[in-house]
């Protein structure tokens, strides 16, 4: 059997997720701190909802992903009124799976929006694992897209499917066993793709994704999430940095949008008695 050639870039992914799967499995064990008492710095109640900025905060989670998925299906009906005729299966093939990781983003938005809420209600083991569930479809989506954007767009698919096979299977890893080592590699693991990619020369049949801005909101976040208790305290007690974390976070799925509208227009032009576009 004939393997397909890879280019500088996939064989780059390729090594990548494989010494993330060794690391995952050969490295030490890393033990999940306790959550305590009380985990975060505003536990405050809003008409009998516990701990309610942290929950309501999760909002724009949802509404960024509801967003995304009917411009989604608005592009699908554009396409099929513009293309009546089904196109030949290499027709749209970049747009196209693209697309479809964008779609897995959107979805894991919504997931994320739902675990999250469901997790701040009250922070336990298992509801922290249903949060990390939704996070790990989100991650795979965006990884997907950027991996289609500016290395290849064949291995946009693989790329999504690998992280979030990796994402749920640490999420059961952390249940079994507490070892939190493989979802810290599912989560910066893919924060070091997308920095990667950031910095790769975008290829010309790419959409204009911009990952440096997801890294600069992550980061932001995750520096929010650190100083929850400093900024809860800063502010009178206003807004803590925990909620801040879920603003900026879901702030960083706005490149992703950003980019959807590009490949709608890279789908409509396509016409199908062409040959599809190339990496």
């Not at 997801?214 to 009178?236: Q, R």
Request: charge should be positive; include cysteine; aromatic fraction near 8%.
């Amino acid at each position: 059997m004939v393997l397909p050639s890879l280019s500088h870039r996939e064989y780059a992914l390729l090594v990548f997720f494989a010494s993330l799967l060794v690391t995952a499995f050969a490295g030490p064990a890393l033990p999940s701190p306790e959550l305590g008492g009380a985990p975060f710095a505003d536990s405050r109640a809003w008409h009998g909802l516990p701990n309610a900025m942290d929950v309501l905060s999760n909002l724009p989670f949802a509404a960024i992903g509801i967003w995304g998925l009917a411009r989604l299906l608005r592009l699908d009906r554009a396409r099929e009124a513009a293309q009546p005729a089904a196109p030949p299966p290499s027709a749209s093939k970049q747009p196209g799976n693209a697309l479809g990781c964008a779609r897995m983003f959107f979805a894991g938005l919504i997931l994320t929006a739902a675990g999250s809420a469901f997790y701040h209600l009250h922070p336990d083991s298992l509801r922290l694992a249903a949060d990390r569930a939704g996070m790990a479809v989100a991650f795979a989506g965006i990884v997907g897209v950027a991996v289609c954007d500016r290395a290849s767009p064949r291995a946009g698919w693989p790329a999504a499917w690998l992280t979030l096979a990796g994402g749920l299977l640490a999420v059961g890893v952390f249940l079994e066993t507490g070892n939190v080592l493989p979802w810290a590699l599912v989560q910066f693991g893919g924060m070091a793709v997308l920095l990667a990619l950031a910095l790769a020369r975008p290829m010309d049949s790419g959409t204009g994704f911009k990952p440096a801005w997801v890294i600069l909101l992550y980061g932001m976040a995750k520096l929010f999430e650190l100083s929850d208790h400093a900024i809860f305290a800063a502010t009178h007690e206003l807004v803590s940095g925990h909620t801040l974390k879920h603003l900026a976070a879901a702030l960083a799925a706005l490149p992703v949008l950003h980019a959807v509208r590009a490949m709608g227009r890279q789908a409509l032009r396509q016409d199908p008695g062409t040959p599809a576009m190339t990496a």
